[in-house]
């Protein structure tokens, strides 16, 4: 079992940064590829970026590409989403998630979420 507890969102000005936490409990955090998906209000829970096992391979959504940088520290069980010039557009709920593989990400076959922690950016 693993518990995905998010951290760091907030209200920021468009073009102002935020760096969200993904803090997971249990001693097998670097066997997941781990994630974040957003959700807009009224829209559907969306790709974001994701990392590998190691950290060595990322991927993200065209929209956030060059903005947005996903890290992850397998020493401290906690990945990442570092945000900058952020959108109004950016606004959403952000969850961590954690899968066995980047083709269960893909699929959004996802073994544990976190609840999800408010990034609110006014323009």
């Known amino acids: 079992q693993v518990q995905l507890v998010e951290s760091g969102g907030g209200l920021v000005q468009a073009g102002g940064s935020l760096r969200l936490s993904c803090a997971a409990s249990?001693?097998?955090?670097?066997?997941?590829?781990m994630g974040w998906f957003r959700q807009a209000p009224g829209k559907e829970r969306e790709f974001v970026a994701r990392?590998?096992?190691?950290?060595?391979?990322?991927y993200y959504a065209d929209s956030v590409k060059g903005r947005f940088t996903i890290s992850r520290d397998n020493a401290k069980n906690t990945v990442y989403l570092q945000m900058n010039s952020l959108k109004p557009e950016d606004t959403a709920v952000y969850y961590c998630?954690?899968?066995?593989?980047?083709?269960?990400?893909?699929?959004?076959?996802?073994?544990?979420w976190g609840k999800g922690t408010l990034v609110t950016v006014s323009s």
């Open positions: 998630a954690a899968a066995g593989g980047i083709a269960a990400i893909v699929a959004r076959t996802i073994d544990y």
């Open positions: 249990g001693r097998t955090f670097s066997s997941y590829v």
């Open positions: 990392i590998s096992w190691s950290g060595g391979s990322t």
